[in-house]
């Protein structure tokens, strides 16, 4: 199992921007496809994005497309998620999850695929 841990997460205006990081632990980082979730107050927790082991294919929610990007690193067991012209409505605590995949392009999206998964960083976007 690969160990996930995020940071970047904080308090930003609505337009702002912030890039969140997901470091993995371990030597086979290539070997897993990387997601983005986000829980609100209230709400389950919803996909955000995800990448494949290649970056060679990504996939977003709607309501993220055109505002943020997800990037890897596999030299630095690190996976990105750069997030523009955030809005209150972004505001949750942000997950990275990490799925082993067979395929160097498979893009996971749903919760139950992915086996690891970090503790969580906070964002928050006032109005």
């Known amino acids: 199992q690969v160990q996930l841990v995020e940071s970047g997460g904080g308090l930003v205006q609505a337009g702002g921007s912030l890039r969140l990081s997901c470091a993995a632990s371990g030597r086979t980082f290539s070997s897993y496809a990387m997601g983005w979730f986000r829980q609100a107050p209230g709400k389950e927790r919803e996909f955000v994005a995800a990448?494949?082991?290649?970056?060679?294919?990504?996939a977003y929610t709607d309501s993220v497309k055109g505002r943020f990007t997800s990037s890897r690193d596999n030299a630095k067991n690190t996976v990105y998620l750069q997030m523009n012209s955030l809005k209150p409505e972004d505001t949750a605590i942000y997950y990275c999850?990490?799925?082993?995949?067979?395929?160097?392009?498979?893009?996971?999206?749903?919760?139950?695929?992915?086996?690891?998964w970090g503790q969580g960083t906070q964002v928050t976007v006032s109005s």
């Open positions: 999850a990490a799925y082993r995949a067979g395929s160097s392009s498979y893009v996971p999206m749903r919760a139950p695929d992915f086996h690891s």
């Open positions: 990448i494949s082991r290649s970056a060679g294919n990504t």
